[in-house]
């Protein structure tokens, strides 16, 4: 049994890894001396074991220094829920649970969107506002130069002048976090693998994610499906999570608008937060799918399964991609769904499993693919059966926890890191 401080996202932070640090925590709780550590203004405590300590981030330093913690395990994530992160890693290395390869954007915002950069963008005439603004850009300048020597200038005047999100996807800038890690864990051999590429001297495991289908009745099905207004015979497509344009909902909607040409009785259902209801409203009404379409929003954890049954076939695209394993499409494939996916590189699925929708073509590819699920119930069943066999041998709960205990033994035996030529800020963290 170890000694562990479990720091996260917790539910109900409005982010996936809150939801799989609980599943986590319920795993590891049985079998170590578990503290979690956070820094949001309330948490669930309905959702995470019985008898769990919850402690603010702030405190993790003082409670390590009183009573050390065998291992510190740091979930993170290209969001602002783990902006907390930055100022413990350096200072109590640990294992590193990276979500996405991609950090850029998060850790970006870190420093151009703090106060005083932003300040200084509205004027930037202003050498009071262009001084205080200073060192948060002096930091930001610092850590692309340590991660990208040759192109920093660039990088950073290209940033500071807003030409948009996708130059952080080629500049991922994890190395620092990695770094300062004693092991890196990952969910695909992808990450792992560019982890090592970009790092070399680093460890990084892979961990299997937990995922279990829970037990839905058909007749809760039925009466929910009833309750969103979808008929029996209605063929549903689902779409699941933060309804962002990275989710591609522009590309579902038009395809299950030219695919209900040939089968009316099509609908698109989609459950998740939506960042602007109206603005979702008025652009699948111009797309022409407004009056087939239900927009469920964020639903309760505890009925999600349900949702996800209620769809006949589920569509999980993603572009651009942080590499991430998605803990909704895993969930998906869990619940028996037949699922059409971005056909990406990083994606660990057996072709029998899921069906692919070529980037290059997304739009006609997915089109495609709903003609044929919709013509073929049988060959829905198969993909839907081959999906849950699937996640029950790869992403199984016990496999999880076995791999979590082995990567925190291992992180537990390895050394802090050694001291390097780091950017100011963070060698200061070191202490």
Known sequence: MSRIAFVSPLPPAP????????????LLAPGHDVDAFHDQAEVDAARLPSGLAVYRAATLADRHRERRYDVI???????????FLYGLLARLPGLLVLHDLVLHHARARMFLDSPA?????????????RDAARPALE????????SYPGQAARLFEAQLGSVGTLLPYAYPLFRLPVEASRLTAVHNEFMAAAVRAEVPAAEAVRVAMPVAAPSVPSADVAALRARLGLAPDDLVVGSFGLLTPEKRID????????????????RLLLVGPVPDRGALS????????GGRTVVAGRVPFGELAAHMEAADVAVHLRYPTARETSAALLRLLAQGRPVIASDLEHLDLPD???????????????????????????????LGENARTFVRAHHAPARCRADYDAAIAQAGARPDPPARPWPAHWAATRG
């Open 282 to 289: 008025r652009r699948l009404a111009e797309l022409g799918v």
């Open 251 to 266: 590309t579902v909607a038009r395809a299950v608008a030219r695919a209900a040409v040939h089968v009316p009785r099509l």
């Open 117 to 129: 950069a932003r300040a200084y963008a509205q004027d930037p005439a202003d050498r009071a506002r």
């Open 352 to 382: 029998e499993t899921v069906m692919r929708a070529d980037p290059m073509d997304e739009e006609g590819a997915l089109t495609r693919a709903l003609l044929s699920l919709a013509e073929r119930p049988q060959a829905r069943a198969r």
């Open 73 to 83: 395990v740091y979930q993170m994530g290209n969001g602002p829920e783990h902006d």
């Open 15 to 26: 982010t996936g890894i809150a939801d799989y640090s609980a599943d986590v925590l319920a």
């Open 139 to 146: 930091a930001y300048r610092a850590e692309l130069a340590y």
